[in-house]
Every structure is written in C-alpha cells, then in structure tokens.
T-cell receptor
Framework: ETGVTQTPRHLVMGMTNKKSLKCEQH?????MYWYKQSAKKPLELMFV???????ENNSVPSRFSPECPNSSHLFLHLHTLQPEDSALYLC????????????FGSGTRLTVV | AQSVTQPDIHITVSEGASLELRCNYS??????LFWYVQSPGQGLQLLLK??????LVQGIKGFEAEFKRSQSSFNLRKPSVHWSDAAEYFC???????????FGSGTRLLVRP
C-alpha cells in the first residue's frame, strides 16, 4: 500500500465504451498527476492538478477527460478510445512544496479492444 | 529547461555483482534529485532522494546514490545485486525548484542467476 490507491487495477474496454479510472490519496497532498506508460516508451505526463485546478495538459486528446473534485480524488474519464491508448495509467500525488517527490499508485492496466 | 538523461536503456548484471546506473541532469542550480524503481506492472517506488547536505545518500533496499556537481551526475549504486532487484529504474529532477518532476527514460535492469 503506497498511500495512493488506483482502481480498477485492470480494465478492458471496447472503443465505444465509456469508463473512468479513479485515484485516491489521503496523504494530505495538494498536487495530483496522471501519467501514461506504454511499452518501450518513456513516462508521459498527461495532466497536473494543483489545489484541484488543472495546471497542465500536455496535448492530450479530448477522449481523455480528467476531473479533480477535491484534493484527495482524481478521475480520468475515458470515451471512444483507440487501441493505441492501451497502456498502464499511473496516478501520483505530491505536496506543493519542493523536495518531497511523488507518491505513485500501482496503476491501472488498460486494454482497448 | 531541465532535462534528465539515463544513457543505458538496458543493463544486465550477475546476481551478487555490483551495480551502477547512470543519471545525468542539466540544471543551473543545485537540483533536487530522485531515484525510483518500478517492478513490472506496478507503480514507481521512491528509492532515495537528494536535496542538500551529504552528497552520498542512502536509500531503501541497500541502494545508494552520489551527487557529483562537477559531473552533473547522480548515479545509483548497489554493492551486491539480488535477483529481486530486476526492475526498471528512473532518475528524476525537480523542475525549477517547484514540486514537479522531470523523469529520465529509465534503465531496465536484468539480473543473471
């Protein structure tokens, strides 16, 4: 248990489905992140939330829609995905002060069929 | 802009041998530096971090890293590798003394029996 919990751990969805990934932390952190990790590719930062406000969106397609209703929860809503979106999606959180680094969840393994 | 380079994509060592994983960064001031480990299908776990003081930092699982300002390096070491150390290792630098991290592309460690 890392302090950041992601659900579900595995998800298989069709290209026409709508699903959501959930991330939860009770570490008192005020920044939360979504990363995509594909096979043989570097970590790709998707979104950054600071105090529940989106502060970074790295050219992510609109079929990915993040939501941060409070500082403890982060969602990634998925719709009309493509097979190339299959990947490990990692959530992380951190304090807003520097020098602490991130705490990562265990990830959601997404397969789009 | 800051960047992190991990020049080795793969490294193979024999069990019981020593290990050094390389990390170079570009940053003008003294950076905050981190090493993370990721087992297959899992999230990233913090091994150790450096932000001031002694340039040799100790981490979990018997790892250590040394900050060398003159070489802009933060190499990770372990005196004797165990089979369970087989994983991917990521070096990261904190961006502009903010809370956001920049990750290297990772080094995959394989351990020979």
């Amino acid at each position: 248990e890392t302090g950041v919990t992601q659900t579900p751990r595995h998800l298989v969805m069709g290209m026409t489905n709508k699903k959501s990934l959930k991330c939860e932390q009770h570490l008192g952190h005020n920044a939360m992140y979504w990363y995509k990790q594909s096979a043989k590719k570097p970590l790709e930062l998707m979104f950054v939330y600071s105090l529940e406000e989106r502060v970074e969106n790295n050219s992510v397609p609109s079929r990915f829609s993040p939501e941060c209703p409070n500082s403890s929860h982060l969602f990634l809503h998925l719709h009309t995905l493509q097979p190339e979106d299959s990947a490990l999606y990692l959530c992380a959180s951190s304090p807003l002060q520097g020098a602490w680094g991130y705490t990562f969840g265990s990830g959601t393994r997404l397969t789009v069929v | 802009a800051q960047s992190v380079t991990q020049p080795d994509i793969h490294i193979t060592v024999s069990e019981g041998a020593s290990l050094e994983l390389r990390c170079n960064y570009s940053y003008g001031a003294t950076p905050y530096l981190f090493w993370y480990v990721q087992s297959p299908g899992q999230g990233l776990q913090l091994l150790l971090k450096y932000f001031s003081g002694d340039t040799l930092v100790q981490g979990i699982k018997g790892f250590e890293a040394e900050f060398k300002r003159s070489q802009s390096s933060f190499n990770l070491r372990k005196p004797s590798v165990h089979w369970s150390d087989a994983a991917e290792y990521f070096c990261a630098v904190e961006e502009d003394s903010s809370y956001k991290l920049i990750f290297g592309s990772g080094t995959r460690l394989l351990v020979r029996p």
